[in-house]
């Protein structure tokens, strides 16, 4: 096969997101320097839904590009769930850049759609070397938005650091996968797969050390312990829109290759690991919610709460009954991911604006100042808690009875006893939203602008839909053919 | 009618929705809404349980999730035990409704609170409805966070946030042994149906280690729900919510919720008798150890949620002795007699203009007539006095306990039967006779708050009729109808006898210290000083518990965090000094001798070369 006849038209729907990405970097261009530019955030948006469908449409039928690109039922959803989120993220940032006129609007967007184009590779790659260009597409565009507030001292901090840590990262995932090719030949997913039993009775140490190189460097870019570290200063500094990039879609796409390189590349050694992330989905569960307990910012709070959310998603990798289960389970809780996540992100995003204060008390007395604010935010922190008759908890449930039905007892039992934990530091932001009187120097009703109202109340509907009505996802996952 | 038993908490969650949108316009009048609601779902209770009186079970569901092979569905259920329960539940709900009206009439936020009492009665009722355990966990959830609002409802009092905060954390830790105990049965059967669960326990599919320890997770979630030791620290606390909210969630439904998922789950625990003796043992444990707390304590609330501990523990008790009926007889009579206390309690506070001290009571009698009268049953009726409703539950229980044959269980019923009449009527001698000691002249209250005692006072006197010997048990035959529980114990007049003069005798001895006042108050006190200062800080278990997890929570979190931040800033600013000092040592490196270049550059190779070897293993 030639890249003549190669069916490229299973790329349609990154062509198409690149096209209308350069358009956005030039139209910006041709608009000036320094005005309001909503409109780019507008064509951002629809840039995003329009690929959303091209998805739908082009990734429906199965297929690849010569073992490089595949299309497959796992990569249409979690195309469609970054997609989406990407335009959740658009729409809070469309406020934000709205107030901050050092942030400088068009290669904001355009650097969002390159960052999303690079995770829709990622998700979609059989091959080290492709998988590798899409993460660090992904990567180095996260890296220019943490610090995109330029005059700011945080973000260009938070940037530094995200930078050198992830570069770090970057080096063990291609330190890793040099082993790997180097003892196989090929990077090859589907290949490695074949030539990896053999070769973990002929070189177990070194292909375990492969192994664990290329989990710390995953471990790094999904966050979990003990690579969480730069989370909670990135987060914290960096824009509150990018923030919710990077604890959503960053965080999703780096799951995406987490499942693609270990279920496809290592699926038949699936021994050999299982426990590794066993033991790393433990220790993130316990570590991020301890340390959540005892955050007193918001955003940072969050970081921890997004690297226990990390570890439950671990959960089910490490306790495999079947493929087709586990894969559900997970899909099923990133979606509850994105929806409660971004939903909280937004609500987030527009209290410490507007109280310009990232404190937890900048939630104190929100239940007066926005009611409607407050019961949504009340109802996405149950759902990352995982209380009943959210998509949280049922996601909660779901991996939870995957755990035990794989008899790891003990992790199912500290999953659960941490989720108890978490409570604790949950409601303190409901503590404060119900609990306590509005700041005096505060607006007494804090007005909602509309991308912001409409990215919570989708977020809204999905959460408490996709708890009543888990049926609708869990079917559909059921019947899904996950890997090519 | 019985098909349309959905709607009964169906009334309550259109209230809820009601007031939710139109809560600000309506203000006080929100109460007649919740009022309207409550009495159709009473009506729609009371038509369903006599239609299930002549009927059948019925059952309706449909498919809700599919879980790998097996589906899950939703619906309801009316059961012998959840249409008693429907009607315990909407009755004392609606009482209460129409109690809250004057009880909180000066409060600005009236129509939250009875949003807050719709979504709770809802919930409730959900729960008692729910054809299948995982639905009854969803509910079990709700009532829970009913629960945390209506505690936190004075939010402003910072007792009150860190009551809700305590209530709702204490009972997650229950929670997640039911949840454990739930997704251990459904691995073990493959169903979350309640019948599914009992014919895998009768047809031997599950391990006997396995069913006692799914009993014993499912337990925990009760000892938990239903404040049992060690988890009844927070009820006590939960007292910082308004009265009204204490009567209803706090005394007579949301914390039977433990006992009655013991008794729908009954079947399973019939089969461990492990399980069974573990709750009868924590039910006794928990029964005396409440019963003393009681003694002392001096707030009328508080002595109230103790005795409700108390008599959540009797129930279990009960349960764990193969008293299916008793405990259930018990739970219903309970729910009677503790919620017109509680409202007693609510007319006594609003009275003398919201003191709670009982030292700051005393002479009520004559100046609130109808309270004192309807407190006086209740008091009456939770001793165990004969006819009241109290006393043909009780002696049920002494009789299962018995029969069962554990002298010790049997002597702890007793000694705490004693007790309760005691501290009942040490609380009513000290309220209720002598001189009045506060400041402020109390009054009696009006009939929005008068009618429900009535009501409930004429229930505490009647209730137990429905399970005497002189109407046939006629309760046992319909609850144990259709349901393998076994053989049910009967006290004789013997028991009887023996019960009623205990009660007596503890009605006595609180007469002789607080009525007669011939022996001093501060006799016993002084008599056991250390007994009465561990009773008086209730066996420092809040100490305990903030020394042994709370505080060791708080402080792993900051010593891992203090890592953290030690470690990430380890790493960046170690980076900045290497690559700085590695800039100015190459810097030194290049002086121009060329004779220094090759050195560098014969080691580097050197290095590179030797690293090769190592990895190729020539070394290793």
Redesign the interface.
């Known amino acids: 096969m030639s890249a003549y006849n190669a069916n490229w038209s299973l790329m349609t729907p990154e062509i198409v997101l690149m096209i209308l990405a350069l358009v956005i970097f030039t139209l910006d261009f041709m608009t000036g320097m320094s005005r309001n530019k909503p409109f780019l955030g507008r064509l951002s948006i629809l840039s995003l839904l329009a690929t959303t469908v091209l998805v739908a449409v082009f990734n429906r039928e199965t297929g690849q590009i010569g073992d490089m690109f595949v299309v497959d039922g796992f990569a249409m959803v979690l195309k469609i769930v970054i997609l989406l989120g990407v335009a959740g993220v658009i729409a809070i940032s469309m406020y934000y850049v709205d107030r901050h006129r050092d942030v400088y609007q068009g290669e904001y967007y355009s650097l969002l759609l390159f960052a999303t184009l690079g995770a829709m590779l990622m998700v979609s790659s059989a091959d080290l070397i492709t998988l590798f260009v899409g993460l660090e597409l992904l990567s180095i565009s996260a890296y220019c938005l943490a610090g995109f507030k330029k005059y700011n001292g945080k973000s260009t901090e938070a940037a530094?650091?995200y930078v050198?840590?992830g570069g770090t990262a970057s080096a063990f995932i291609l330190y890793g996968m040099s082993f790997v090719y180097g003892l196989t030949g090929t990077t090859s997913l589907v290949d490695i797969n074949e030539a990896v039993p053999t070769l973990f009775a002929d070189y177990p140490y070194i292909m375990t050390m492969a192994i664990m190189f290329m989990i710390a460097g995953f471990g790094f870019k999904i966050s979990v312990v003990p690579f969480h570290?730069?989370a909670?200063?990135v987060y914290e500094g960096a824009p509150t829109p990018v923030t919710s990039f990077l604890s959503v879609v960053s965080k999703i796409a780096g799951f995406g290759i987490v499942l693609r390189v270990f279920f496809v590349g290592f699926e038949s050694v699936y021994d050999e690991w299982a426990f590794i992330f066993a033991l790393l989905a433990a220790i993130t569960m316990i570590?991020g919610n301890?340390?959540?307990?005892?955050?007193r910012k918001v955003k940072r709070l969050m970081a921890f709460s997004g690297v226990a959310q990390a570890g439950y998603l671990l959960v089910p990798v490490a306790t495999m009954v079947s493929l087709d289960?586990t894969m559900s389970m997970i899909t099923f809780y990133a979606v509850a991911y994105l929806l409660m996540t971004l939903g909280a992100f937004a609500i987030i995003t527009l209290v410490t604006e507007d109280t310009e204060d990232d404190a937890l008390t900048s939630f104190s007395g929100l239940y007066q100042r926005a009611p409607y604010l407050a019961i949504a935010m009340t109802i996405f922190l149950?759902s990352l808690a995982g209380?009943?008759?959210t998509a949280g908890?049922?996601g909660k449930?779901?991996i939870?009875?995957g755990a035990?039905?794989a008899e790891m007892l003990w992790l199912?039992?500290i999953m659960?006893?941490t989720s108890?934990?978490s409570?604790?530091y949950y409601?303190g932001i409901m503590?404060q939203m119900?609990?306590?009187?509005p700041k005096p120097n505060d607006d007494q009703t804090l007005s909602v602008p509309k991308p912001v109202s409409a990215v919570v109340t989708i977020s809204l509907v999905g959460t408490i839909g996709f708890g009543l009505l888990?049926?609708v996802l869990?079917?559909y996952f059921?019947n899904l053919q996950w890997f090519f | 009618m019985i098909q349309n038993a959905w709607l009964i908490p169906v009334f309550p969650l259109i209230a809820f929705v009601v007031l939710l949108l139109f809560g600000r316009v309506l203000r006080e009048k929100a109460a007649y809404v919740g009022i309207t609601a409550l009495a159709l779902s009473f009506i729609f209770a009371v038509a369903v349980l006599f239609e299930r009186i002549g009927g059948e079970t019925y059952t309706f569901v449909v498919d809700w999730i599919t879980f790998g092979e097996s589906t899950v569905t939703m619906g309801y259920e009316v059961t012998p035990l959840n249409a008693m329960m429907l009607i315990v539940v909407t009755l004392v709900s609606l009482v209460v409704h129409i109690f809250s009206r004057d009880y909180m009439h000066e409060d600005d936020r009236i129509h939250v609170f009875y949003s807050y009492l719709g979504l709770f009665s809802f919930s409730m009722l959900g729960l008692v409805l729910a054809p299948n355990i995982l639905q009854l966990f969803i509910f079990w959830e709700l009532v829970g966070l009913c629960s945390f609002l209506l505690v936190g409802f004075w939010y402003y009092k910072p007792e009150a946030a860190s009551a809700a905060k305590k209530a709702f954390l204490t009972t997650r830790v229950g929670d997640v042994g039911l949840l454990i105990g739930i997704v251990l049965l459904f691995n073990a059967t493959g169903s979350f149906e309640y019948a599914d669960a009992f014919a895998a326990v009768e047809a031997g599919l599950i391990s006997d280690t396995m069913v006692t320890v799914i009993a014993l997770c499912i337990f925990l979630g009760a000892v938990g729900k239903s404040a049992q030791f060690p988890l009844h620290v927070w009820l006590p606390d939960a007292m910082e919510g308004p009265t009204p909210v204490s009567a209803l969630i706090h005394a007579a439904t949301m914390v039977a919720a433990g006992v009655y998922l013991v008794g729908v789950m009954y079947p399973f625990f019939l089969a461990s008798d492990t399980a069974l003796t573990i709750v009868a043992y924590v039910g006794a444990i928990t029964a005396i150890f409440a019963a003393t707390i009681a003694l002392v304590n001096h707030d009328i609330k508080r002595i109230l949620a103790y005795s409700t501990i108390s008599q959540l523990g009797f129930m279990m008790l009960a349960l764990g002795t193969a008293g299916y009926v008793a405990g259930l007889f018990h739970l219903m009579t309970h729910a009677f007699f503790k919620a017109l206390l509680f409202l007693g309690a609510g007319s006594v506070i609003y009275g003398v203009h919201h003191r709670q001290d009982i030292r700051e009571m005393g002479g009520l009698w004559r100046r609130m007539k109808v309270t004192s009268v309807t407190f006086l049953i209740g008091a009456l009726a939770i001793a165990g006095i004969f006819p009241l409703a109290g006393f043909w539950s009780k002696e049920e229980i002494f009789a299962s306990v018995l029969a069962n044959g554990d002298p010790f269980l049997f002597a702890i019923a007793l000694i705490t039967a004693f007790m309760t009449a005691f501290y009942m009527f040490r609380l009513f001698f000290k309220a209720f006779t002598g001189e009045f000691r506060g400041d402020h002249e109390p009054h009696e209250n009006n009939g929005f708050m008068t009618l429900p005692l009535i009501v409930l006072g004429i229930l505490a006197v009647v209730a137990g009729f429905v399970n005497a010997p002189f109407t046939g048990h006629a309760l046992e035959g319909f609850l144990t109808e259709g349901i393998a529980v076994g053989e049910q114990a009967h006290g004789g007049f013997g028991l009887a006898v023996v019960s009623l003069l205990i009660a007596i005798g503890g009605i006595f001895l609180a007469w002789v210290i607080y009525g007669k006042r011939s022996i001093s108050e501060d006799f016993l006190p002084g008599k056991f000083r250390a007994a009465h200062r561990l009773l008086m800080n209730k066996y420092f278990m809040d100490e305990l518990y903030t020394v042994v997890f709370v505080r060791p929570c708080v402080g792993i979190g900051k010593a891992l965090y203090a890592i953290d931040r030690f470690i990430v800033d380890g790493i960046v600013n170690l980076l900045a000094v290497v690559t700085r000092s590695v800039g100015s040592g190459l810097g030194k490196r290049q002086t121009g001798q060329f004779q220094t270049y090759g050195v560098v550059t014969i080691i580097g190779g050197i290095a590179v070369v030797a690293l090769a070897f190592m990895l190729r293993g020539y070394f290793g």
Do not use: E, G, H, S
């Not at chain 1, 301890?290 to 955050?295: G, L, T």
């Not at chain 1, 119900?434 to 009187?437: E, G, L, T, Y």
């Open positions: 530094i650091k050198v840590l570290m730069w909670p200063d570590v301890m340390i959540a307990i005892v955050q289960m149950l209380l009943p008759i908890f049922f449930f779901y939870f009875v035990i039905q199912a039992v659960i006893f108890i934990v409570f604790f409601f503590k119900f609990m306590r009187d888990a049926n869990t079917n059921n």
